[in-house]
């Protein structure tokens, strides 16, 4: 049986991983021409159940505890006066169960562990279609066709593998993020390293936000939140700007739609790093809560290429590596026999499970991007932690 997985994100890599500690070749296509051609981004956290429940599975535990940063889970929210609403800066070691790992060090630490040759860079599929008892895959760069027994889409948001399973889109969601970088939190830019803590800072309000969490090597990732139309992304003169690298005029731009904000929240726009910052702009797409399609024993999805959400409940990449664990044990289960009835027990469960956290993520963000946002934020985060953790 020959697997192939389009695309090298955590999800696809984590599958890959299981498999192939199983003794089930696979092949891994990814459109980005090396591991290293785009920043992955800031960090994330790993939760027990799901995301670190996969590396234990994958057997990468001892290599992930090397990495994490468990002092960095850490969240504190201010209002556009930088008054605290919620404060919450003493995680630690001791019990702590959602460790902060950066999101390119997760990544690497599952492309070392797979059998070189694995991920086969710079290959751009544009379509995917069975054809009798295969699967048809049809690259663009390079102009390649292979046809497979089985292809997992793992390719995110705008998945190339999801149209042959259905045609739902993911829908905007009405917030937009541009991200930026600090760096030198700890030294030169230890005021901003100081307002933001030890792990993650959340400024809200006005419908807007300033987000800035913690990241190895003394930085820090910030995404300003807009709730904006979707034409912004079409509209706004930043990616213009950035072609031309006039980047204070960015700042000056995002500046004006902070400017009765507190001056040391106003400093994470003015003093990020100018000429490293990505200035991407990223609308915030969420797949419907309840949705599914007709299984067939040659094509599944998971990740974001099944169910993408909002970021506001820490679970996408964490869902995505728990969703591939139980696809790999799945398919190593069914020892190469029909798989028809494999991914359909695989969607419903992962299906059903997405749908609760597709509600919650998209209800968070509506709470931490509103008129009061701080507010809501950090007296949602007081309730929950009244609640305290769930049963195990």
């Given at each position: ?8 994100g ?9 498999l ?8 891994i296509?990814?459109?980005?021409p090396?591991s290293s ?8 956290d ?15 535990t001892?290599?992930?505890?090397k990495?994490?940063?468990p ?5 504190k929210?201010?209002g556009?006066?930088?008054q ?7 995680s ?11 999101r ?7 492309l ?8 086969k ?11 009798g008892?295969?699967?048809k ?7 390649e066709i ?8 793992a390719d995110?948001?705008w998945?190339?593998?999801r ?7 993911p ?6 993020f ?32 300033l987000?800035?969490?913690?990241n ?26 950035v ?10 731009l ?10 040391s ?20 797409y ?5 949705h599914s ?11 974001d ?8 409940a820490g ?7 728990l969703d ?6 799945a398919?190593?289960?069914?020892k190469?026999?029909d ?8 969607e419903?469960k ?10 919650e993520?998209?209800?968070n963000?509506?709470l ?13 985060m ?11």
């Amino acid at each position: 049986m020959t697997i192939a997985i389009i695309g090298a994100g955590l999800g696809g890599l984590t599958l890959a991983r299981i498999l192939q500690i199983n003794s089930i070749p696979v092949t891994i296509y990814e459109r980005e021409p090396t591991s290293s051609s785009r920043n992955q981004g800031g960090s994330l956290d790993l939760h027990g159940d799901s995301g670190q429940h996969a590396l234990s599975i994958a057997g990468l535990t001892a290599q992930f505890r090397k990495l994490v940063r468990p002092e960095s889970e850490g969240t504190k929210i201010v209002g556009k006066d930088a008054q605290i609403t919620y404060a919450d800066e003493e995680s630690g070691p001791e019990g702590n169960d959602r460790p902060e790992i950066d999101r390119g060090q997760l990544r690497d630490l599952l492309l070392d562990s797979l059998t070189p040759g694995t991920v086969k860079w710079g290959y751009n599929l544009s379509k995917c279609e069975i054809v009798g008892e295969k699967v048809k895959l049809t690259f663009t760069e390079p102009a390649e066709i292979f046809e497979v027994d089985v292809v997992v889409g793992a390719d995110g948001t705008w998945s190339r593998v999801r149209p042959v399973l259905t045609p739902t889109l993911p829908e905007y969601t009405g917030v937009t993020f541009i991200d930026i970088q600090l760096s030198d939190v700890d030294g030169t830019n230890a005021e901003i390293g100081k307002l933001i803590g030890p792990g993650t800072l959340c400024a809200l309000d006005d419908n807007k936000g300033l987000m800035a969490q913690r990241n190895s090597g003394g930085k820090a990732r910030v995404y300003i939140a807009l709730r904006v139309p979707l034409s912004f992304t079409q509209e706004s003169a930043i990616p213009s700007l950035v072609a031309e690298q006039d980047y204070h005029q960015i700042q000056r731009l995002l500046l004006s739609d902070f400017a009765d904000w507190h001056p040391s929240l106003q400093k994470l726009i003015t003093k990020c790093d100018v000429h490293e910052s990505t200035w991407a702009l990223r609308p915030i797409y969420s797949f419907p809560a309840e949705h599914s399609w007709e299984t067939n024993g040659h094509v599944t999805i998971l990740g974001d290429a099944a169910h993408v959400m909002c970021p506001f409940a820490g679970e996408g990449a964490n869902l995505a590596m728990l969703d591939a664990a139980e696809l790999a044990e799945a398919i190593v289960k069914a020892k190469g026999t029909d798989l028809k009835e494999t991914f359909k027990e695989f969607e419903k469960k992962m299906l059903e499970r997405s749908a609760i956290f597709t509600v919650e993520s998209l209800q968070n963000q509506n709470l931490f991007i509103s008129e009061h946002g701080a507010k809501a934020a950090g007296d949602l985060m007081k309730e929950l932690m009244a609640r305290g953790p769930p049963p195990q």
